[in-house]
């Protein structure tokens, strides 16, 4: 079993920025994928970003690129989501989710453990 807590939601005006925080706990290896994941109201959920548990490789949804940045701290066991120039349809509940078959995909039916969410509302 693997548990995932985000924290660092909440309300920031559009052009500014917030870092949110998922820490892992259980069984984690570094074959892990860990994914950030947005739903919006009335939308189904998006794909972000997701990082290598180990190694470190990248990938990003073109919505965010170049304005997101996902990073990791292996000895805290904590994933990050840099969330840079916020746009108003940024607004969403962040979720991060885990695939341990380091399956590097971009659809959430493929991750198995997931977080409870976070808030993130950009206001104009």
């Known amino acids: 079993q693997v548990q995932l807590v985000e924290s660092g939601g909440g309300l920031v005006q559009a052009g500014g920025s917030l870092r949110l925080s998922c820490a892992a706990s259980?069984?984690?290896?570094?074959?892990?994928?860990m994914g950030w994941f947005r739903q919006a109201p009335g939308k189904e959920r998006e794909f972000v970003g997701y990082?290598?548990?180990?190694?470190?490789?990248?990938y990003y949804a073109d919505s965010v690129k170049g304005r997101f940045t996902i990073s990791r701290d292996n000895p805290k066991n904590t994933v990050y989501l840099q969330m840079n120039s916020l746009k108003l349809e940024d607004t969403a509940v962040y979720y991060c989710?885990?695939?341990?078959?380091?399956?590097?995909?971009?659809?959430?039916?493929?991750?198995?453990?997931w977080g409870q969410g976070t808030q993130v509302t950009v206001s104009s």
């Open positions: 259980g069984r984690t290896f570094s074959s892990f994928i």
């Open positions: 990082i290598t548990w180990s190694g470190g490789i990248k």
């Open positions: 989710a885990t695939d341990p078959l380091g399956r590097r995909s971009t659809n959430p039916d493929r991750y198995d453990y």
